[in-house]
């Protein structure tokens, strides 16, 4: 064979075997935010699906008891930000108006319709180009049943697509005799979720009753401390006593713009030097602030501050950024 064939396979031999710079080593991950939320309302059954056929590595479920101990996929502790609670149950609100997730039955939340997020006194949708408000027929459903959907699509589909749990306000629960961690640990470990290389990070707000999660209740699964407040940020060698990664939101990684270019906080550096991943929150292609395009959000995010992943709700769109890399 002559030497410029030889040269010209070997071009062809790296050209196929040249790793994309997603490869696993590397490999930033996508989390479904509430599902597919950019196009059902958000954490319906419908909305994981959708979610599911887009691909990403992990879709989240953020959780509530309900009364009986159920735990709930939605957001909030209340109800009446995406559900029609006031006109099935009028008489259940407490005293500041709302109407509490832990005030019902799992059989009495099965009786709400679920709807796109909207302002309770004004009704007005959240995002107004989503799914139209009060259309279609979506209902609240528990942390079991969405596990049995995503593992009975692995099965059927041969993927390997993981949960993101987040339990909601511990401390709220804790005042209302409940302890969500531990019911939800117990849920995960029954469907198989115990060890950091089962498909399952769980996180939480909370930094001393996810603390707890690891040190008392003794979880091994992998951890995503969620940070909110500026201050937090400064705490990164505490959480890496317990925890693998945090979530923070992403504009704590940004900095000021400099001749028209992003700067970066030292939040994501300072995270891997200590061993924690970085997800942070939330990828909204109709929600992009500083950015020109929703490209260009992942370009700064992912590829420049060089963050491990994160929640988007529009699963779709940060694979196919992901795919092109
Ligand atoms: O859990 C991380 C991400 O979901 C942001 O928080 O408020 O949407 O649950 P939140
Ligand atoms: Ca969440």
């Given amino acids: 064979m002559k030497y410029p064939t030889l040269f010209i396979l070997f071009v062809v031999f790296l050209g196929c075997s040249k790793p994309s710079k997603n490869t696993s080593m590397q490999k930033k991950i996508v989390v479904a935010h509430r599902g597919a ?19 990403p590595d ?7 008891l ?9 957001h909030d502790i209340y109800l009446d930000d995406v559900t029609n609670v006031h006109e099935i149950f009028p008489d259940r609100k407490r005293a500041d108006n709302r109407y509490y997730v832990i005030d019902f039955t799992f059989d009495e939340l099965q009786q709400l319709q679920v709807t796109e997020r909207f302002d309770p006194k004004t009704g007005k949708q959240f995002y107004p180009k989503r799914f139209p408000k009060g259309k ?6 528990s942390l079991q049943q969405e596990i049995e959907l995503i593992q009975g699509l692995n099965y ?3 993927k390997d697509i993981g949960i993101y749990p987040e339990i909601k306000n511990p401390e709220f629960h804790h005042t209302n005799g409940k302890d969500i961690a531990k019911i939800t640990l117990d849920v995960l470990s029954e469907y198989g979720y115990k060890t950091k290389s089962d498909k399952c990070i769980f996180q939480c707000f909370d930094a001393k009753e996810l603390e707890r999660v690891r040190k008392e209740l003794n979880s091994n699964l992998f951890l995503v401390q969620l940070i909110e407040f500026e201050e937090e940020t400064k705490q990164l060698t505490h959480f890496a006593t ?11 990684i940004l900095s000021k713009k400099v001749d028209g270019k992003f700067t970066f906080t030292n939040l994501v550096e300072q995270s891997h030097k200590y061993g924690l991943k ?8 109709d929600q992009l602030d500083e950015f020109s395009s929703f490209d260009e959000m992942m370009h700064v995010l992912l590829i420049d501050a060089n ?11 940060m694979v196919a950024f992901l795919s092109k890399q």
């Fill in 37 to 55: 939320s950019g196009y059902l309302p958000e954490h319906t059954m419908e909305a994981k699906a959708m979610a599911y056929a887009m691909h």
């Fill in 58 to 64: 992990y879709i989240e479920q953020d959780l509530v």
């Fill in 66 to 74: 309900s009364k009986d101990d159920v735990p709930v996929v939605i």
């Fill in 136 to 141: 279609g027929n979506f209902k609240l459903h």
């Fill in 156 to 158: 059927s589909t041969g």
């Fill in 242 to 252: 317990y925890a693998d990664g945090i979530g923070p939101w992403y504009k704590q």
């Fill in 278 to 285: 970085v997800h942070p929150y939330t990828f909204r292609a």
């Fill in 307 to 317: 963050v491990d992943g994160g929640f988007t709700d529009f699963p779709d769109k």
